[in-house]
Nanobody
Framework: QVQLVESGGGSVQPGESLRLSCVVS????????IGWFRQAPGKEREGVSC????????YYSDAMKGRFTISRDNAKNTVYLQINNLKPEDTAVYSC??????????????????WGQGTQVIVPS
């Protein structure tokens, strides 16, 4: 049974950092690509980053480049999303997901079938 469980969210001040975790079960992490997405209040879900399983290549949405870093620890079945210099516009529910493919594709939400429950990040203005 495929499961993804996120953690690490919280309420932080602007300029601080967070590391989100996504623990997967039901399959070896090195089998499939994992994507991170976020959904802000009143907005559509958007892709943040994705990491392939085959070559470990990471991708970032243009708006996320520079402050976001995705990494994976296959031994711990965990994918991380490091977010630095947090801004109020980063306030959202962050979720990880897999499309049961080795490759990220276009890391659009509708391509991904399995999702975690999400973890809330709040950055007050």
């Amino acid at each position: 049974q495929v499961q993804l469980v996120e953690s690490g969210g919280g309420s932080v001040q602007p300029g601080e950092s967070l590391r989100l975790s996504c623990v997967v079960s039901g399959f070896p992490l090195d089998s499939y690509a994992i994507g991170w997405f976020r959904q802000a209040p009143g907005k559509e879900r958007e892709g943040v980053s994705c990491v392939n399983s085959g070559n470990g290549m990471a991708y970032y949405s243009d708006a996320m480049k520079g402050r976001f870093t995705i990494s994976r620890d296959n031994a711990k079945n965990t994918v991380y999303l490091q977010i630095n210099n947090l801004k109020p516009e980063d306030t959202a529910v962050y979720s990880c997901a897999t499309r049961l493919s080795r490759w990220c594709g276009h890391y659009k939400a509708n391509e991904y079938a399995y999702w975690g429950q999400g973890t809330q990040v709040i950055v007050p203005s």
